[in-house]
């Protein structure tokens, strides 16, 4: 194989595009960290020294493995290097019971298990610690001619674990289409406090390799001000997280802004109270309203910052490559302004659920994905989302949407979070029921 042709090769797989942008002249620091600081040199090195550690073991394309994250930033060198052979990465969390571990192991059926010591491990499957830098090398992007990149696991609405298997090339082209709408530099931080085998921490970090920014991420489940205080730490020019942590940075920079380019919120609704909080306590901050799902490859639609002030609540509009179409409780296109179910469909959408048919056949439609989530096409062609098909429910002979009761009970400002779900009364039916933290010391007149 010529350079050229290894060079093509190479540009166009998700591996060899993070070591192309991870490979510049000079070599500041790209992976922060408590009490991590890794150059793109070191990196790289640890990326190197697994990938021979896995060749020995006979690992190449199509090979999985099962990679367990914990606090140790070498999690995000085994991904690449995983990815760099070929081979598929199914990332979960080093933290799991055994009990839990076991299904996990039983469905991905992993050659190998790397990253964190697992509490459980079957007799013909092999662990591999982390291996020591050795000789200095070179990492390689190698193909799966398969295709198949990453198996990640999420519970959707029914809390039991399903495996998506998404393709290098779908991971590839959502980052990239999530990047012409999100502006990151290379002198960027961007700063996340996730577990790191959160589809969302992933998508973070894929984003500042691809554009060589700085990428500080801590894996600590920070609460409040305990949050805030390691954004400041972090000299973090953007941040990445769940609306429950853009509500404590807002509410923090009341007293001490910081000087955020924007901030980033997707995996749930973000509630109009929070975006005018933002607005209020960090007036230059760009708010990126996000909505993604695992099955879409990561993120799906993206509302314009400039259009925050005019159409908070809305998620904007689909990335490129990715569209949707609202259906109706029949299964018929929905007309403009009516709710219905939203069914995407692009070339970013996931080849499945692994083994398990039924569930991917319920999903996977001749009108799209099929995504549980129901909304509608406001005025401006926004898309705005109004609640899951599974959170509304009829009440004495009307429709429920326990999203619109949490963010309205939200909006009176005398909460700090709350919880809505349908609860079964045994002399009204089914009742929304509300669970929710005071915002402040006051008590709550129900009446």
Not at 1 to 10: I, Q
Not at 18 to 40: E, K, M, N
Not at 127 to 137: A, I, Y
Not at 265 to 272: A, K, Q
Request: contains cysteine; proline residues 6%; hydrophobic residues 45%.
């Amino acid at each position: 194989m010529t350079n050229a042709e290894m060079t093509g090769r190479v540009a166009t797989t998700l591996a060899g595009r993070i070591l192309s942008a991870l490979s510049p002249s000079h070599d500041r620091p790209f992976l922060l960290g408590p009490g991590t600081t890794l150059t793109r040199h070191d990196f790289l090195a640890r990326v190197a020294a697994r990938q021979r550690q896995l060749r020995e073991q006979g690992i190449g394309p199509g090979s999985r493995l099962l990679v367990l994250a914990g606090d140790d930033s070498g999690f995000w060198a085994d991904l690449v290097a995983v990815w760099g052979l070929g081979a598929v990465a199914a990332p979960a969390s080093g933290s799991l019971e055994a009990r839990r571990l076991e299904p996990l192991i039983e469905l991905v059926d992993p050659q190998a298990v790397i990253g964190v010591r697992p509490a459980v491990l079957p007799a013909n499957r092999v662990w591999l610690p982390e291996p020591n830098p050795g000789v200095p090398s070179t990492p390689i992007a190698e193909r799966n001619p398969d295709g198949l990149a990453a198996i990640l696991f999420t519970s959707g609405s029914t809390g039991l674990a399903k495996a998506v298997e998404t393709d290098d090339r779908a991971l590839l082209a959502n980052v990239d289409a999530t990047l012409e709408r999100v502006g990151l530099d290379e002198g960027d931080v961007l700063f996340i406090a996730i577990p790191f085998n959160f589809f969302s921490a992933i998508l973070h970090f894929l984003a500042a390799s691809l554009r060589g920014a700085a990428f500080h991420a801590d894996p600590r489940r920070l609460v409040g001000a305990e949050l805030y205080l390691a954004l400041e730490q972090s000299n973090a020019t953007c941040f990445g997280g769940a609306p429950g942590q853009l509500r404590w940075i807002a509410d923090c920079a009341a007293e001490r802004p910081v000087p955020l380019r924007w901030v980033l919120s997707s995996g749930d609704h973000l509630p109009v109270d929070v975006i005018r909080r933002l607005r209020a306590n960090l007036p230059k901050t760009d708010i990126l309203t996000v909505y993604g799902m695992t099955e879409l490859g990561g993120r799906f639609c993206i509302l314009d910052p400039a259009m925050v002030d005019a159409h908070m609540g809305s998620v904007g509009t689909p990335i490129r490559g990715l569209g949707y179409r609202i259906l109706d409780d029949a299964g018929r296109p929905a007309p403009a302004g009516t709710e219905g179910e939203v069914c995407a469909f692009g070339e970013t959408v996931m080849r499945g659920y692994r083994r398990n048919a039924d569930a991917t056949s319920r999903t996977l439609t001749v009108d799209g994905l099929r995504t549980g989530d129901l909304g509608y096409v406001d005025a401006q062609g926004l898309l705005r989302l109004t609640g899951r098909a599974d959170d509304v429910f009829k009440c004495q002979g009307q429709k429920v949407s326990t999203a619109l009761i949490a963010q309205a009970l939200m909006e009176t400002g005398l909460f700090s979070d709350v919880a809505v779900l349908g609860w079964d009364d045994p002399h009204l039916g089914t009742v929304p029921r509300v669970f929710y933290v005071l915002a402040g010391a006051g008590r709550l007149d129900q009446a």
